[in-house]
Structure formats: C-alpha cells, structure tokens
C-alpha cells in the first residue's frame, strides 16, 4: 500500500477527526516514545486484546513471545491483527463534565503479521525490540542461545496501514460555561521511573548502569 | 456465568500459567487502579483496538463514548468485545537477555456490550465513569445536559468471563548466569501526575482543588 492512500476507509479517524494525523514521521515518534502495545487478533470471531513490548525499525514493527503462546501461534499464520499504542499525557478538566477529555497520542496499525524465520534477522529484530525498551541493554547482557532462540517467536507488522490520534493543550469548554465557578485546567500524567532496585544476588559494589540512572520516555 | 466456572478455555491464561489471576477482588483492585482500556472488536474479520477510558461498579465494566463513533456504533449491536486493561510496574532486568522481562498487571474481559438505555442509569454510568477516573471531580462540574447526554453513549460490559495475569518481583536468572557481570534488578516504573496547569482563561486566585494536588492511582 503506497503512503498516498492514506487513511484508508478503516483507518480514517470518523470522530473529532481534527485530530487524525496521517503522517508516518508524527506516528514513528509516537511508537517510538512507547514501547507498550496493545495487539489485537480474533479467534471463533472473538477478540483478543493483549499487551505486549515492541520494537520499531523503519516501516516495521516487531513484536515477540514464546513460540507457545496463544497470541503468536494464532498471529504467526498471517491472520489480520491490529496494534495499537497509547501515551496517555494527562487529564483534561473542564467546566462542563461534558467537555471533560484526556490528552493522548495513539496509533492504530492494522495488517498481517509474519514470522521472522531467518535466524539472523529474528537476532537483529530480538536486538531492535530489546534497544527500543532500553538502549544499551543488550550489550551489557547475555547473548541468547540456540535454545533460547528457538523458545522465541517475533514476528513482524508492516507499518503500512496506519492511523493516529493526538489530542493536546487546554480544556475546550462552550462559551457560556467559562463563567462556571470551578478549577479548570490539565493535570499532566507521565510514566516515570523510581530508582533502580538492586537483585538481591547482585555483587555487592556493582553499580546501576548510566542507562538506568536517567530513564526516559520522552525524547 | 457463575464464578466456579472460571478460567474458561478463552480466558485460561496459556503461558506462564504461575502469574495467572482467576479471583475476582484481585480483578477489581486492577481495574480500580487504572482507567484506561483497550477495547478490541470485529469488523469484517478485522480486529480494531481503541483506548478508552472506563469505570467499575460491582461487575459492570462501563465505557463511553460519543453516540457517532465507530467503536460505539458497532459495539452497541451485542458483538464480542475483548477489554484489556494493563498496569506497567517496571523493567526486570537479568542477566540474559532472554530472561528480560516487565513487572506488570493486566486484566483481559471477554464479553458482549449492551447500550445504557435507561436515562437514570445512564447518567449514573456517566458518574462511575467520571468518578472512577478523579473522584470529586462530578460534583464540582457543570452537569450535563439533555443534549449532552444523547450525543453520548454509554455501553456496559458485564465482569463475568476475565483472567488476570500479574508479574511481580526480581529477575529470575538461570543459576549458571547469576555470576554474569551486569547489573540486575528492577527499574520501577509508575504512571505519575505532574504540577496541575491553570487554563489560560481561569478565574485569577482560584485555587487548585485537594482532589487534584494529591492525585495517585496507587491505593
């Protein structure tokens, strides 16, 4: 699917469409600032909704599991999934309860997933999924095994059809409400991270990596 | 459904079946702590999944949404829904890179949605669902009106068939990679609220609300 045919009719936003955007840079930036996805596949016609990591590299979205689970041995044979990420920024207090929303950033990405069968780009895909969580981490662990690589399944997501959402700044209240006596405003939520947790078997005197000391989402 | 029937074959958690959560105050106390969702659902063979918030009482699960919306049209004609609900607690980090893994809790519903038709019912949803999110915040807010409340919809999806899957605690390394010289432990991680933004056109010296400057999902 070229980039011109974007949206198409499944993934053109239909409400409070002012707030579609199309644009693959303005979605990678949004994958890229996550790293928790939400994939979505049917089984019997029922829904399945599970979280799970990803990673990005260019026009593909990488996923992984044991090869055992119910989500990658249905996803694996090319079913139609969607994956969607959400960056919840924070709570939008209006005047009226009605006007009451959240500021968000979310991407829909519909399409087939496939499995990355070749063994050197399923270690390069593991690499990108584990870089996309928290860069530098993979040099400093220890390298998968044959059997370790068997027990794991990746599969790719073409990033190819694709919406997003975004919805940022102050509440929007009707006019007549701007005289309402009560506190308006935005309350901003962010996912932080507390201080590293040493494993109880770690060596005394060893020290939490610079990637760990200032963890970040945002860019 | 009764209770004992739990997990079904649809909701048995099938990998790391020693995180599963079948008990449902455990469910709740999840579901309590987050107030956003994933909602997945069919059309035409292809799964959509869509944020959105939510609010408990007892065993309804309640969303909503404007009355134009794809998700709300379609959900309101009693297909099956898939209500994923995902509180992400931190980063594990072990020796090996295939003992990585994410400290988190997660709550999968399946289900039917049914429309709130009843206009009290309706609007006491409407409080759940607002309350659930910031609790006081209805109450000091405009109240909706009639028009309000028919460009909203609100749908109720019952709490009966649902697993839980909870990962807590320290990396589990293999016993040979414990002496692997890295860094081990947990990187805790928490949805936070920052400082509360005043909207531009606020009443100068109205005060930011108590409900507002103590704001934690953390019970």
Chains 1, 2 share one sequence.
């Not at 890229?32 to 599970?50: M, N, Y």
């Not at 690499?127 to 059997?147: A, F, M, T, V, Y």
Request: glycine fraction near 6%.
């Amino acid at each position: 699917m070229s980039e011109t045919q974007m949206p198409t009719t499944r993934t053109r936003v239909v409400r409070e469409a002012d707030r579609a955007v199309y644009d693959r840079d303005a979605v990678y930036c949004i994958l890229d600032e996550g790293f928790l996805c939400h994939t979505g596949f049917v089984v019997d016609g029922q829904p399945f909704v599970i979280p799970t990591s990803y990673g990005r590299k260019d026009a593909s979205l990488y996923i992984h599991g044991s090869a055992a689970s119910r989500m990658l041995r249905q996803m694996k044979d090319g079913v139609p999934v969607c994956i969607t990420v959400t960056l919840l920024d924070g709570l939008v207090l209006a005047r009226s309860v009605f006007n009451h929303s959240m500021n968000y950033r979310s991407v829909v990405i519909l399409g087939k997933a496939t499995l990355v069968d070749d063994p050197e780009e399923k270690l390069a895909a593991l690499r990108i999924l584990s870089e996309h969580i928290l860069p530098g981490r993979w040099d400093d662990s220890r390298q998968p095994n044959e059997r370790e690589l068997k027990a794991t399944s990746v599969l790719r997501v073409p990033i190819e059809e694709f919406s997003a959402k975004v919805r940022v700044g102050p509440p929007i209240d009707d006019e007549e409400d701007y005289s309402f006596p009560n506190w308006a405003g935005v309350l901003p939520l962010e996912m932080k991270a507390g201080a590293p947790i040493n494993d109880a078997r770690l060596d005394p005197g060893r020290e939490v990596p610079p990637y760990l000391t200032s963890y970040s989402r945002r860019p």
